[in-house]
T-cell receptor
Framework: DARVTQTPRHKVTEMGQEVTMRCQPI?????VFWYRQTMMQGLELLAY????????DSGMPKDRFSAEMPDATLATLKIQPSEPRDSAVYFC??????????????FGPGTRLTVL | AQSVTQLDSQVPVFEEAPVELRCNYS??????LFWYVQYPNQGLQLLLK??????LVKGINGFEAEFNKSQTSFHLRKPSVHISDTAEYFC??????????????FGSGTRLQVQP
């Protein structure tokens, strides 16, 4: 049963520290998405990649957030330095998009980040 | 740009009663439509999706939704709910087209509370 995995599942850190979240997309999927869920803002897109190339990171605070795909099996989201307002659940999702079509996005279990 | 409105933040319903969760969207381009369910402390799971064809879409767990283009709606229904359906439900859209934005735009969610 293929699924998206995310590590760590929970992270508590202090303000100013660097945080790295990792995602392993489903093998064969060519798109990867990072979403953030908060009570105030709901679910919002941070960044997404197709074939490892970033297509849209307009939802990401550029000064402190960065997203990369070092290879097809790993996506990372990094926050440096972290701030209390970054506390949220961060979801990774992957999908297979071919041409004009679309496909279901499969979500990982999320990383619950708490910045003190 | 798209937007999704879920007017009901909470819907209480008794077990075995029917339920409808409302979703309206706004977009300047054609969209694909999705309903996701989120159980406590879990990621999002796809319930159903509308890509094209028949406007009545059937999904998992006995849910169905109907796409109404003229009213720009995609309401979710279930004829008889179970306690296990208690969860948060999200309506989402993504753009159609070769260069369409595949990232999902989510509504704010509807909390379905099934009471015995």
């Amino acid at each position: 049963d293929a699924r998206v995995t995310q590590t760590p599942r929970h992270k508590v850190t202090e303000m100013g520290q660097e945080v790295t979240m990792r995602c392993q997309p489903i093998l064969g999927h060519n798109t990867v998405f990072w979403y953030r869920q908060t009570m105030m803002q709901g679910l919002e897109l941070l960044a997404y990649f197709r074939n490892r190339a970033p297509l849209d990171d307009s939802g990401m605070p550029k000064d402190r957030f960065s997203a990369e795909m070092p290879d097809a099996t790993l996506a990372t989201l990094k926050i440096q330095p972290s701030e209390p307002r970054d506390s949220a659940v961060y979801f990774c999702a992957s999908g297979l998009v071919l041409g004009r079509g679309t496909d279901t996005q499969y979500f990982g279990p999320g990383t619950r980040l708490t910045v003190l | 740009a798209q937007s999704v409105t879920q007017l009901d933040s909470q819907v209480p319903v008794f077990e075995e009663a029917p339920v409808e969760l409302r979703c309206n969207y706004s977009s300047s381009v054609s969209v694909y439509l999705f309903w996701y369910v989120q159980y406590p402390n879990q990621g999002l799971q796809l319930l159903l999706k509308y890509l094209s064809g028949s406007t009545l879409v059937k999904g998992i767990n006995g849910f169905e939704a109907e796409f109404n283009k003229s009213q720009t709606s995609f309401h979710l229904r279930k004829p008889s709910v179970h306690i296990s359906d208690t969860a948060e439900y999200f309506c989402a859209v993504s753009e159609v087209g070769g260069t369409g934005r595949r990232a999902l735009t989510f509504g704010s969610g509807t909390r379905l509370q099934v009471q015995p």
